[in-house]
């Protein structure tokens, strides 16, 4: 057999036993699209988006909360499912007329204590004659012709401190609140948030 032949016929028999995963320099290379690459990652970034997205919308409005005891009647009526508006008071103050959601004594183990705000830092309150007083001016309750039957502490003359407040229910002779030394006035980090929506029947919907 010829020089040339032998030649030929040992590179045919490496180009069958080559393994097909080897490096082959001669192969054709793939070329990557830009436009495929834009594509990826616009879309890994909207996902990225809306997880985020969903996941602050979450953590600000989706805490819910159980309305325990009948205190905030007839707006809220006992065990209704609460959504609590956490970013109202990362950006923005408490304020009288609030409904809230809040550990009593900041007790972790507590159930939340729903209830209303009606004096903020720096006011006075007392209740006399079966009427409550913020800064020595009468305030209507919810139910304008209700009195007040139990003063409680606020029979005396009660200034709120820096970062605390209030927090009376709806169905004031009903409730357990900032009257007694069981609740006392509401440490605002003891704030879980501001109710916001009722989940529950009848009342389902928006809180004012």
């Known amino acids: 057999m010829r020089k040339r032949e032998l030649r030929i016929f040992i590179q045919n028999i490496r180009r069958r036993i080559r393994p097909k995963d080897g490096l082959n320099f001669h192969r054709r290379r793939h070329k990557i699209e830009p436009s495929k690459v ?5 879309y ?17 409005f989706g805490k819910r909360t159980v309305c325990n005891g009948q205190s905030m009647e007839p707006k809220i009526a006992e065990d209704s499912t609460l959504w609590l508006n956490r970013l109202a008071y990362w950006i923005g103050e ?23 705000i009606v004096a903020v830092p720096g006011d006075t309150v007392q ?20 009195s007040i039957e139990d003063a409680g502490r606020a029979a005396a003359l009660i200034e709120v401190a820096e970062d605390e407040y209030f927090v009376l229910g709806d169905n004031v002779n009903g409730s357990e609140d900032s009257r007694y030394d069981s609740i006392g006035n509401v440490a ?21």
């Open 38 to 42: 834009r594509y990826c990652v616009v």
């Open 44 to 60: 890994v970034l909207e996902v990225a988006l809306v997880v985020g997205l969903a996941f602050l919308l979450t953590l600000s």
């Open 94 to 116: 408490p304020e009288a007329g609030d409904i809230v959601a809040f550990k009593p004594d900041g007790n972790p183990t507590a159930s939340d204590s729903v209830k209303r």
């Open 127 to 146: 209740i006399t004659g079966g009427k409550l007083y913020v800064n020595e001016k009468a305030v209507e309750l919810e139910d304008e012709e209700v």
């Open 188 to 208: 605002r980090r003891d704030l879980l948030g501001k109710v916001w929506f009722d989940l529950s029947f009848p009342g389902f919907g928006l809180i004012e």
